[in-house]
Each structure stands twice: as C-alpha cells, then as structure tokens.
Nanobody
Framework: QVQLVESGGGLVQAGGSLRLSCAAS????????VGWFRQAPGKEREFLAA????????YYADSVQGRFTISRDNAKNTVYLQMNSLKPEETAVYYC??????????????????????WGQGTLVTVSS
C-alpha cells in the first residue's frame, strides 16, 4: 500500500495562493494516479483534481478549473496542488489520495462502493475574508 503525507496548508487571505504537496512512500509512486480532495466542516468530501501516472493528463472539478493546477514529480515521489484566487468558502481539510486506476479517483466521492488504495491524513487550509 502507498503511504501519503500532505503538507503546505495554512492561513491565507482571500485571493491569495498556496501550494500543497503530497509525498508518497511504500510502493512505486509512478504506478499510481493521484488526486486532491477537500472536506469542509459538515460537508461531504469533494473531488478537486487528478493526475495520471506519468503526469501527462489532468482532470479538474468545475469549481477549481482555471484556478488550481495539479502536477507531479515522480523523481521526488511528490504531487503538488497549486491553488490560486482562494475563497473563504474553500476553507477545508485538503487530502491527497492515490490509486492505480485514474477513473477511481474521479468517482470515489460519488460512489460509496469505491475507495482508494491510499489516503493522506490531510492538511488544513484556512482562507480568511
């Protein structure tokens, strides 16, 4: 199983930027597609973005398209999420998740029968108004 650790969360003003990192260990990182998710208090976990094993394909939720960018560096076993133009309603715990199947990353938050092969513990992002 792959182990994931997020970092880079913190406090940012509305309109500001943050870059989150997701560091992997335990299995061959390049065998996994990776996604970013978030969960606000009292809400369901939400899919944000996913990137395939080689990094050549990305997919974004409509809510973050054009503002967030997912990327990966397989030599460093790390996936990044660059977040720009942040809004106060985007305050949440941000998680990365990994799976050998790209499609599972996209559907996991809508299909309770699915789960990912690995999840991080989350990093808190607070956007102040």
């Amino acid at each position: 199983q792959v182990q994931l650790v997020e970092s880079g969360g913190g406090l940012v003003q509305a309109g500001g930027s943050l870059r989150l990192s997701c560091a992997a260990s335990g299995r061959t990182f390049s065998n996994y597609a990776v996604g970013w998710f978030r969960q606000a208090p009292g809400k369901e976990r939400e899919f944000l973005a996913a990137i395939n094993r080689g990094g050549g394909s990305q997919y974004y939720a409509d809510s973050v398209q054009g503002r967030f960018t997912i990327s990966r560096d397989n030599a460093k076993n790390t996936v990044y999420l660059q977040m720009n133009s942040l809004k106060p309603e985007e305050t949440a715990v941000y998680y990365c998740g990994a799976d050998t199947t790209f499609h599972t990353l996209v559907v996991v938050t809508n299909d309770k029968r699915q789960d990912l092969e690995g999840w991080g513990q989350g990093t808190l992002v607070t956007v102040s108004s």
